[in-house]
């Protein structure tokens, strides 16, 4: 069965036919089983002790200046209930719920049940997206909300130009070449950590453009047979990963630019040993790995020692 990758799946019903209807909004308001997502300073909002939770609002929690269609973005139906998400905009810390804090969300994603950090994800994505996008990038005017926070249009009557929320593609591949996955690091991470490759599409090429390019780039490692596997958002700030096998047409490694720090090949044997210590298992990058270690038939990467999660510290 395909396991949902962190940050995706269909918890929520976006209830896009609702974000232009006035009257369903005003009733959403009044009623009192809403809930908002609060960010601050890109971060959420977290229940302190034990495992961690994600916190809500109540509507009548938010300053009421700002309880009204631009501020409030609509997320959609969470269960039975409406939810929205806001920014709060003060540079200092903002009073918060007994037993919460505000916490960056690649520290505890990984930690929080998954839908939770899906809808914080969301929430995160869009509120990140607004912030850039302020004025209008034709002529400078401010832009105002629309469609319950999902489009952000320009005040300068001549002009009108409306910008929708913008995601940045990126593929992630394993390459294997039989009994071999091939594995990069940068230099900034964990000791020992390694990944699959992953870079971000650019202007004017396919993904399998993109899969082969970034490969020869990174490992100058030549790959065909690229097979698509699954995807991931990643909200950091407006990624979607593109998940990607592909197979080495040639094994010697060569690092070409600056982004790794090392790549090398590895064995099943080696993986089983803990010869490299491997990203969450909600990522999409474990799934791949782990996609290509099950193949071999011998053992299930989920089952063994040295897959276990780990907090990621940036
Ligand atoms: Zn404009």
């Known amino acids: 069965m395909q396991q949902r990758n962190i940050f995706a799946g269909p918890y929520l019903d976006r209830a896009g036919h609702l974000r232009q209807d006035p009257g369903w909004f005003a009733a959403a308001?009044?009623?009192?089983?809403?809930?908002?997502?609060?960010?601050?300073?890109s971060r959420n909002l977290?229940?302190?002790?034990?495992?961690p939770r994600a916190v809500y609002v109540e509507?009548?929690?938010?300053?009421?200046?700002r309880r009204n269609d631009t501020d409030l973005i609509l997320l959609g139906r969470y269960g039975d209930t409406n939810f929205f998400t806001y920014e709060i905009e003060s540079p200092d810390a903002p009073p918060l719920p007994a037993g919460s804090r505000f916490e960056d969300l690649r520290v505890v994603a990984a930690l929080l049940p998954i839908d939770e950090a899906g809808l914080l994800g969301y929430a995160r994505a869009i509120i990140s997206w607004r912030r850039r996008h302020r004025f209008c990038g034709l002529c400078g005017a401010r832009t105002v909300s629309a469609k319950s926070g999902h489009v952000l249009v320009c005040?300068?009557?001549?002009?009108?130009?409306?910008?929708?929320?913008?995601?940045d593609p990126a593929i992630i591949v394993l390459v294997s070449e039989g009994e071999r996955a091939l594995l990069g690091r940068q230099a900034s991470w964990p000791i020992g950590r390694y990944s699959t490759i992953a870079g971000?599409?650019?202007p004017g090429e396919s993904l399998e453009d993109a899969v082969r390019r970034e490969v020869l780039e990174e490992t100058g490692i030549?790959?065909?047979?690229?097979?698509?596997?699954?995807s991931q958002p990643w909200p950091f700030p407006a990624s979607l990963m593109l998940g990607f096998t592909a197979h080495a047409l040639t094994t010697e490694v060569r690092l070409h630019d600056q982004e790794l720090e090392d790549?090398?090949?590895?064995?099943r044997a080696d993986i089983a040993a803990n010869g490299a210590l491997l990203p969450p298992r909600q990522s999409i990058s474990f799934r791949l790995i782990e996609h290509w270690f099950d193949a071999g038939g011998e053992a299930r990467l989920r089952d063994m020692q040295g897959s276990a999660p780990w907090?990621?510290?940036?």
């Open 311 to 314: 907090p990621q510290s940036r």
């Open 59 to 65: 509507l009548s929690h938010i300053p009421p200046e």
């Open 29 to 41: 308001l009044a009623d009192e089983r809403s809930r908002a997502v609060p960010v601050w300073n």
């Open 46 to 51: 977290i229940a302190e002790g034990g495992a």
């Open 200 to 202: 971000f599409v650019e």
């Open 155 to 167: 005040s300068e009557p001549s002009c009108r130009n409306e910008q929708f929320p913008r995601i």
């Open 222 to 230: 030549e790959v065909d047979r690229i097979e698509y596997h699954s």
């Open 263 to 267: 790549a090398r090949w590895f064995t």
